[in-house]
C-alpha cells in the first residue's frame, strides 16, 4: 500500500509561485499514473494535472495552462508540481493520488485515484 504526503504550500500574494510536493511511501509508485486535485471551500474536488509513470505522458485542466507544471523523480518516489502567476481562485486544498488501475492511466476523474494524501493548502491573497 502505497502512502503520500503533500507539501510546498502556503500563503502568497497573486503573482507568487510555489512547488509541491507528492512523496510516496510503503510502496513506490514508479508504475502508476499520479494526478493533482484540488478543492475550495464548498466546492467539489477538481482536476489539476496528472503524469504517467514514466513521465512522458502530462495532462492539464484549462484553468492551470502555461502555469502549472507537474514532473517526477522516480528514484526519489516524489511528483512535483511547480506553480506559478497564482491567482487568487487558485486558493485551494491540493492534494495527490495514484491511479486505481492501469486501465485509468489517462484519466482525470478524481474517483478514478486513490491512496489520497492529506493535501496542502494553497492560499492566494490578492
Known amino acids: 500500500q502505497v502512502q503520500l504526503v503533500e507539501s510546498g504550500g502556503g500563503t502568497v500574494q497573486t503573482g507568487a509561485s510555489l512547488r509541491l510536493s507528492c512523496a510516496a511511501s510503503?510502496?513506490?509508485?514508479?508504475?502508476?499514473?499520479v494526478g493533482w486535485f484540488r478543492q475550495a471551500p464548498g466546492r467539489e474536488r477538481d482536476f489539476v494535472a496528472r503524469?504517467?509513470?514514466?513521465?512522458?505522458?502530462?495532462q492539464y485542466a484549462d484553468a492551470v495552462k502555461g502555469r502549472f507544471t507537474i514532473s517526477r523523480d522516480n528514484a526519489k518516489n516524489t511528483v512535483f508540481l511547480e506553480i506559478n502567476s497564482l491567482k487568487p481562485e487558485d486558493t485551494a486544498v491540493y492534494s495527490c493520488?495514484?491511479?486505481?488501475?492501469?486501465?485509468?492511466?489517462?484519466?482525470?476523474?478524481?474517483?478514478?485515484?486513490?491512496?489520497w494524501g492529506q493535501g496542502t493548502q494553497v492560499t492566494v491573497s490578492s
Open positions: 493520488a495514484v491511479v486505481r488501475y492501469g486501465s485509468y492511466r489517462s484519466s482525470t476523474h478524481p474517483d478514478h485515484y486513490t491512496n
Open positions: 503524469i504517467s509513470s514514466d513521465g512522458d505522458d502530462t
Open positions: 510503503g510502496r513506490t509508485f514508479y508504475d502508476r499514473t
